[in-house]
């Protein structure tokens, strides 16, 4: 269970340490650069001109002028500016025999619709929806499958935590869609804060159920620190400074701190679908190495940021198949020690 766990914490753990580097080689390029500043003075990239950069005042700059909604769609002048001045740049660098290089922190996508990375959207979604109906599935064996106690409630102990993790999950899965659509800066922060929520849960989950904490005020006690250090995080990096090193090792120290507690969990547990954990483990192990190999997107969508995202679909299969075992597990346990006591 934990382990599949693990790849929810995998999914927003890279998800966070995805960040973005806005001083990247291709944007320092002498040539691109130039491209750009004649954009914003011309409206024009070669040929191809750009209405929407023609203010039809002369009070301020036309990048102070755009329409609000151009501006948060980065739809605009600038927007269209430095990415038809990435494709050009990019076209000479390729008959040169040149590498792609990277822009303002991300490699030079193609566009499909208006999305600046295809690829990455599409398989955001899929991961959403995958979330989804490993949710709903584990809804329906909860209160339609399994045995209910009198009140109608479940036997299973961790049921609320599940829960929320679901909707954390689905959140953030919906705002890396978001993210990977549009590139600013509140997507940004929406992507890192919903990445950063669910890794904190995922802490607080993987300690509550590999030390199988059940008292109310036991969990208060593990919950309310990892809380607070979470809020206090993402209201720095939301109100004070989106400091990406910084939000990198937060990322990377919640996540190993689960990762040892799941292994640790997995080796001395006797859990019947244990072998599904293992699985989790070492796939997402896996799929971490494209987060390290970066290379440029191939065909200008798929990047290894994008196959990463495609990799844990199936994983998230996996993840919530291991959900509905524990509580399946643990149900039957419960059940067989009431059966007991009532002999």
């Known amino acids: 269970m934990a382990l599949c766990y693990w790849k929810a914490l995998l999914l927003l753990l890279l998800s966070c340490l995805f960040s973005v580097s806005y001083a990247s080689l291709g944007d320092a390029d002498p040539n691109y650069r130039a491209c750009v500043g004649e954009c914003e003075v011309s409206g024009c ?80 979604v899929l991961n959403l929806a995958m979330h989804f109906h490993g949710w709903i599935s584990f809804f329906i064996a909860l209160y339609y499958k399994l045995p209910l106690r009198e009140d ?9 935590l599940w829960h929320i993790y679901g909707f954390l ?29 669910v890794i904190g849960f995922s802490l607080i989950v993987s300690i509550l159920r590999t030390f199988d904490v059940r008292v109310e005020a036991a969990r208060v006690m593990v919950s309310a620190p990892v809380l607070a250090f979470v809020t206090t995080h993402i209201l720095y990096i939301n109100f004070y400074k989106l400091d990406y090193g910084w939000n990198m090792i937060v990322c990377v120290a919640m996540g190993v701190a689960q990762l040892l507690l799941w292994a640790r969990w997995a080796a001395v547990s006797r859990h019947p679908s244990n072998w599904k954990l293992w699985m989790v483990v070492i796939a997402s192990g896996l799929a971490m190495l494209l987060e390290i190999y970066d290379f440029p997107p191939y065909e200008g969508y798929f990047d290894a940021h994008s196959i990463w995202h495609a990799a844990t679909i199936p994983l998230t299969v996996l993840w919530w198949s291991f959900i509905r075992d524990d509580a399946e597990f643990r149900t039957s346990s419960l059940l067989k020690k009431s059966k007991t006591k009532a002999k």
């Open 152 to 160: 109608k409630t479940a036997y299973y102990e961790y049921v609320g």
């Open 45 to 124: 990239v070669g040929q191809l001109c750009f209405p929407q950069c023609n203010s039809s005042s002369n009070t301020g700059p036309w990048y102070t002028q755009e329409p609000l909604y151009l501006q948060w769609q980065k739809w605009g002048c600038q927007g269209d500016c430095r990415y038809h001045c990435m494709v050009n740049r990019e076209k000479e660098r390729e008959t040169l025999g040149q590498p792609p290089l990277k822009y303002h922190g991300k490699w030079p996508f193609k566009r499909l619709l208006g999305i600046q990375e295809p690829a990455s959207v599409a398989f955001s």
């Open 169 to 197: 999950s689905m959140n953030s899965w919906f705002w890396s869609a978001v993210f990977h659509t549009r590139d600013v800066d509140i997507t940004e922060r929406l992507d890192y804060s919903s990445a950063i929520a």
